[in-house]
């Protein structure tokens, strides 16, 4: 029978993953779990925060409310010491945010991803391993960006479909006609 390994499982020890179809299973190194949650850990604010997809300056130092913003410090506590996460990745706040809790634990507050909470959304990317993980902020364009670009396209195309159906000249016949025009006089 197979064992599928469990994030806390794998924080616990070494696990071993036997399967028909994959033959013998090398066993998991131990590692500590990379705990993903919507609200992020308790923080007073994000006062400490900064970048360009961080909170805007005006916002930085308005205080969260403990159970609505953030986690309650308490059950803050509980989480880091009972799961003892290398890394906690949270979001919520729609702004980005790096915090060093006790015992060296980092949290990343990831950005939100959508136009509606921010002009300038962005996602984290990230490779893990048992002992090691990488991190890369990835944007998306400024809304007004996508927009302009639109506009500019769909402008473009309905000049092209007046030329072709003759209701205006293509600029390079008008030129020729112009040039034409000069040449003669």
């Not at 769909?154 to 293509?170: K, T, W, Y």
Request: net charge positive.
């Amino acid at each position: 029978m197979a064992q599928v390994p469990s994030a806390l499982a794998s924080s616990k020890g070494t696990q071993e993953l036997h399967s028909s179809q994959c033959g013998d299973g090398q066993p998991l190194p131990r590692s500590a779990p990379v705990l993903l949650q919507h609200f992020p850990l308790y923080r007073r604010s994000d006062a400490n925060c900064t970048g360009e997809d961080a909170a805007p300056p005006e916002e930085r130092g308005t205080l969260f409310k403990e159970r609505y913003d953030v986690l309650s410090r308490e059950a803050s506590q509980k989480l880091l010491w009972w799961l003892r996460p290398r890394l906690v990745l949270s979001g919520h706040t729609h702004s980005a945010c790096e915090v060093l809790h006790g015992a060296g634990i980092s949290e990343i507050s990831v950005p939100s991803f959508s136009w509606r909470n921010r002009n300038n959304p962005s996602f984290i990317m990230g490779s893990m391993t048992s002992t090691e993980y990488a991190l890369g902020k990835c944007y998306i364009p400024f809304e007004s960006t996508v927009l302009i670009t639109y506009c500019g396209t769909a402008g473009f195309l309905v000049v092209l479909i007046l030329i072709h159906f003759g209701f205006l000249d293509s600029p390079f016949i008008f030129g020729c006609q112009l040039l034409r025009k000069f040449k003669t006089v």
